[in-house]
């Protein structure tokens, strides 16, 4: 049972363009929302995080959005550039229960 | 570097045997937590040690064990290996007792082949 689901296993976007990463979960527990970014041969590394009380959280070019009542999230960002070439995770838990992980969105940003 | 060492990079077994992976936490992280990533599959949590006590289980098989040290440094043992159990283990350490608050730091992983 996927509670985390990312529905697109790649995504390419042209440099200086905008990339958007969309979530969804089943689990209405959830209460707290992360992306982690993965390099190959490397581990993930955590992004940009997101609690329900908000509907949008910013760090630079990362933005997160999220839809409660669709119990959806997006990763948007602006500019893309070659460096965030990478798989992108979604994440989710709520209260105390383990992060639960979604398989993964590989985006390639051309040049 | 996110400070989180895992050893072996890479090993090689034959289905049957046994292996122990092992991790470093960051500097001053008490949780330790393993996850299992497949092909095409998330990452898949296995389960979390704090301080040395074990804090949640998730999708472990009984042939997997795991244990946290007095210097909370962890071994991930997995035994009668199957074919399937080839993967990418990730050990991730947070500060606190594992709250969804609490970021993950991950290590570069293991990549387990079974032959």
């Known amino acids: 049972d996927q509670q985390v689901k990312q529905n697109s296993p790649s995504l390419s976007v042209q440099e200086g363009r905008i990339s958007i990463l969309n979530c969804d979960y089943t689990?209405?527990?959830?209460?707290?929302f992360l992306w982690y970014k993965k390099y190959p041969a490397e581990g993930p590394t955590f992004l940009i995080s997101i609690s329900s009380i908000k509907d949008k959280n910013e760090d630079g070019r990362f933005t997160v959005f999220l839809n409660k009542s669709a119990k959806h999230l997006s990763l948007h960002i602006v500019p893309s550039q070659p460096g965030d070439s990478a798989v992108y995770f979604c994440?989710?838990?709520?209260?105390?229960?383990?992060?639960?992980f979604g398989i993964g969105t590989k985006l390639q940003v051309i040049p | 570097d996110s400070g989180v060492t895992q050893t072996p990079k890479h090993l090689i077994t034959a289905t049957g045997q046994r292996v122990t992976l092992r991790c470093s936490p960051r500097s001053g992280d008490l949780s330790v937590y393993w996850y299992q990533q497949s092909l095409d599959q998330g990452l898949q949590f296995l389960i979390q040690?704090?301080?040395?006590?074990?804090?949640a289980k998730g999708n472990i098989l009984e042939r997997f064990s795991a244990q946290q040290f007095p210097d909370l440094h962890s071994e991930l043992n997995l035994s009668s290996l199957e074919l399937g159990d080839s993967a990418l283990y990730f050990c991730a350490s947070s500060v606190g007792t594992g709250g969804p608050y609490n970021e993950q730091f991950f290590g570069p992983g293991t990549r387990l082949t079974v032959l």
């Open positions: 994440a989710a838990s709520g209260g105390y229960q383990k992060v639960t």
């Open positions: 689990n209405s527990m959830f209460d707290y």
């Open positions: 040690y704090y301080n040395g006590e074990e804090r």
